[in-house]
T-cell receptor, first 117, second 111 residues
């Protein structure tokens, strides 16, 4: 299947700082990528839809000024957690759909475990 | 919006027995239903999927059934093995082309 690479896999940052997470589609072009957040032992909650060349669309309850999404190219989307706080500590995962599979099968990045201290 | 309910939240089965996980969805426009397996700290992996134009799909020990009228779909794992222990998520593609996940089922295979 298609490959989606996410970086970094783990990051620890201090409260008040910002952290950028990258999501790359390595062997296909992804016009749309999705960002999920997962708390321990819970499901994946969709945060936002990242659209290449346009603004991201955020799910209800997700602060767009806190979770900045940029999708500058067909192979890269970034999520920046601004002014991070301990409650932002979580597992963040991106996904992208490969057009070769009818545009519906989602391939996930490895995930990023963010710890804010 | 789409709401996906998944049951049970935890399931323990004896090795060799079958496991069944059930999900319901609310958006009648949903037409694609993937199932994911997630091991601790790792990314979800697609294990099987089904589209709304079929009622059942099988891949070796794994099968999925879909009842469009009742808006529910199920995952069946036969002859369970220790490596089947993981968290399983059902999901549905809603009318906005977003994948919405169920809450997950933690499957334990008992020796």
């Amino acid at each position: 299947g298609a490959v989606v690479s996410q970086h970094p896999s783990r990051v620890i940052c201090k409260s008040g700082t910002s952290v950028k997470i990258e999501c790359r589609s390595l062997d296909f072009q992804a016009t749309t990528m999705f960002w999920y957040r997962q708390f321990p032992k819970q499901s994946l909650m969709l945060m936002a839809t990242s659209n290449e060349g346009s603004k991201a669309t955020y799910e209800q309850g997700v602060e767009k000024d806190k979770f900045l999404i940029n999708h500058a190219s067909l192979t890269l989307s970034t999520l920046t957690v601004t002014s991070a706080h301990p409650e932002d500590s979580s597992f963040y995962i991106c996904s992208a759909s490969s057009p070769g599979n009818g545009g519906t099968e989602a391939f996930f990045g490895q995930g990023t475990r963010l710890t804010v201290v | 919006g789409e709401n996906v309910e998944q049951h049970p939240s935890t399931l323990s089965v004896q090795e060799g027995d079958s496991a069944v996980i059930k999900c319901t969805y609310s958006d009648s426009a949903s037409n694609y239903f993937p199932w994911y397996k997630q091991e601790l700290g790792k990314r979800p992996q697609l294990i099987i999927d089904i589209r709304s134009n079929v009622g059942e799909k099988k891949d070796q020990r794994i099968a999925v059934t879909l009842n469009k009228t009742a808006k529910h779909f199920s995952l069946h794992i036969t002859e369970t093995q220790p490596e089947d222990s993981a968290v399983y998520f059902c999901a549905a593609l809603n009318r906005d082309d977003k994948i919405i996940f169920g809450k997950g089922t933690r499957l334990h295979i008992l020796p």
